[in-house]
C-alpha cells in the first residue's frame, strides 16, 4: 500500500496546491491529512484524489472542526498510525 501524507495545506481552492503535489498524490491507496485544509472545498477536493483519512488542524473552519476528528488512530495493514494536528504557535512546545 502506497501512502501520502500531508498537512496543513492553508489554501482557499485545490488550484492553490503545487501541481506536483497533486500528481504525486494521485498515485496513492491512501491519503492521510493531519489538519488545516483550512476550507471544507480543500477536503472534498483531497476526497476527489481517493481516500482520505483526516484530522482537523487548529486553522480549520468551524465547519471542518465538526466533520473531523482532533485525533483518530487509523489501521493500515496491520499496523496503526495514530495521527494529530496540535494546536497554537511554536512557542513553548518541546522539541
Given at each position: 500500500?502506497?501512502?501520502?501524507v500531508?498537512?496543513?495545506?492553508?489554501?482557499?481552492t485545490?488550484?492553490?496546491?503545487?501541481w506536483?503535489i497533486?500528481?504525486?498524490?494521485?498515485?496513492?491507496?491512501l491519503?492521510?491529512h493531519?489538519?488545516?485544509?483550512?476550507?471544507?472545498?480543500?477536503?472534498?477536493g483531497?476526497?476527489?484524489l481517493?481516500?482520505?483519512?483526516?484530522?482537523?488542524?487548529?486553522?480549520?473552519s468551524?465547519?471542518?472542526?465538526r466533520?473531523l476528528p482532533?485525533?483518530?488512530?487509523?489501521?493500515?495493514?496491520?499496523r496503526?498510525?495514530?495521527?494529530?494536528?496540535?494546536?497554537?504557535?511554536?512557542?513553548?512546545?518541546?522539541?
Open positions: 500500500m502506497k501512502i501520502g500531508i498537512s496543513d495545506t492553508h489554501v482557499q485545490m488550484e492553490d496546491i503545487p506536483s497533486l500528481n504525486a498524490l494521485e498515485d496513492v491507496d491519503i492521510i493531519a489538519g488545516d485544509f483550512t476550507e471544507r472545498a480543500v477536503f472534498e483531497f476526497r476527489e481517493g481516500e482520505v483519512k483526516a484530522v482537523y488542524g487548529n486553522m480549520d468551524g465547519e471542518l472542526k466533520m482532533d485525533k483518530r488512530i487509523i489501521d493500515v495493514e496491520r496503526q498510525v495514530g495521527l494529530v494536528h496540535g494546536s497554537g504557535g511554536p512557542w513553548g512546545m518541546e522539541e
